[in-house]
């Protein structure tokens, strides 16, 4: 299992971006303290994907910041990512794991608690849970699995695993402190990040809450 610090992990979506430069918001992000950056476009095609992922890619050299591409592996293997993430309908990830080798970083949605069960023989190094809030940053039927629906989850997830796990959808500053003090070791920022007037702030800001409760759990010295 590849180390994955998930503590504020940060996704860019072009559609999320208010109209600003998704590379800039990247950096702006890291420079702020987000340990984790995933680039997720649902609707651009395949050659803008590859141009704007190749510049996040650049954009974050030197940084330790891992970049890691949702859905398409194709895209990963172009640009060098450092991994994918995964949802529940995509490429399974023992074939992920086939083609991007084992020291690229693979990351699961999970939803339910049977699928919290199915993770544990796959080759994922974390996994992130959602959508514990309402959000509008995608598109879900599904209705907010919310604080219970999280540790039900977790505690699945806890009796065969270590993985780290994160926690996405409607997280903002107002229950990012919550969502950790549920269990999670981390949270998945979208428009909280990334909408934000000032995301370098707000980036520091949803870290160090995120660093408080984990302290206050005994995780963090």
């Given at each position: 299992?590849?180390?994955?610090?998930?503590?504020?992990?940060?996704?860019?979506?072009?559609?999320?971006?208010?109209?600003?430069?998704?590379?800039?918001?990247?950096?702006?992000?890291?420079?702020?303290g987000?340990?984790?950056?995933q680039y997720?476009?649902?609707?651009?095609?395949?050659?803008?994907l590859?141009?704007?992922?190749?510049?996040?890619k650049?954009?974050?050299?030197?940084?330790?910041v891992?970049?890691?591409?949702?859905?398409?592996?194709d895209?990963?293997?172009?640009?060098?990512?450092?991994?994918?993430?995964?949802?529940?309908d995509?490429?399974?990830?023992?074939?992920?794991?086939?083609?991007?080798?084992?020291?690229?970083?693979?990351?699961?949605?999970?939803?339910?608690?049977?699928?919290?069960?199915?993770?544990?023989?796959?080759?994922?190094?974390?996994?992130?849970?959602?959508?514990?809030?309402?959000?509008?940053?995608?598109?879900?039927?599904?209705?907010?699995?919310?604080?219970?629906?999280?540790?039900?989850?977790?505690k699945?997830?806890?009796?065969?695993?270590?993985?780290p796990?994160?926690?996405i959808?409607?997280?903002?500053?107002?229950?990012?402190g919550?969502?950790?003090?549920?269990?999670?070791?981390?949270?998945?920022?979208?428009?909280?990040?990334f909408?934000?007037?000032d995301?370098?702030?707000?980036?520091?800001?949803?870290?160090?809450?995120?660093?408080?409760?984990?302290?206050?759990?005994?995780?963090?010295?």
């Amino acid at each position: 299992m590849n180390p994955v610090d998930l503590r504020l992990y940060g996704i860019i979506d072009p559609e999320r971006a208010t109209g600003r430069d998704p590379v800039e918001l990247a950096r702006q992000a890291v420079a702020g303290g987000a340990t984790l950056i995933q680039y997720r476009d649902k609707y651009a095609e395949g050659r803008r994907l590859v141009e704007l992922a190749r510049a996040l890619k650049a954009a974050l050299e030197g940084t330790s910041v891992p970049l890691l591409i949702n859905d398409r592996i194709d895209v990963a293997l172009a640009v060098g990512a450092d991994g994918v993430h995964l949802g529940q309908d995509d490429v399974h990830p023992k074939d992920a794991r086939e083609l991007l080798g084992p020291h690229a970083i693979i990351g699961l949605t999970l939803k339910t608690p049977e699928q919290a069960d199915a993770m544990v023989g796959m080759p994922v190094d974390y996994g992130c849970i959602g959508g514990v809030f309402a959000t509008g940053s995608k598109n879900n039927s599904d209705p907010p699995i919310g604080l219970d629906g999280l540790r039900k989850i977790l505690k699945r997830v806890r009796l065969a695993s270590r993985r780290p796990m994160g926690a996405i959808a409607g997280i903002d500053a107002s229950n990012a402190g919550a969502v950790i003090a549920a269990g999670a070791d981390g949270i998945a920022a979208i428009s909280a990040l990334f909408m934000a007037t000032d995301p370098p702030t707000e980036a520091r800001r949803l870290l160090h809450i995120v660093d408080q409760a984990l302290t206050s759990r005994g995780v963090l010295a």
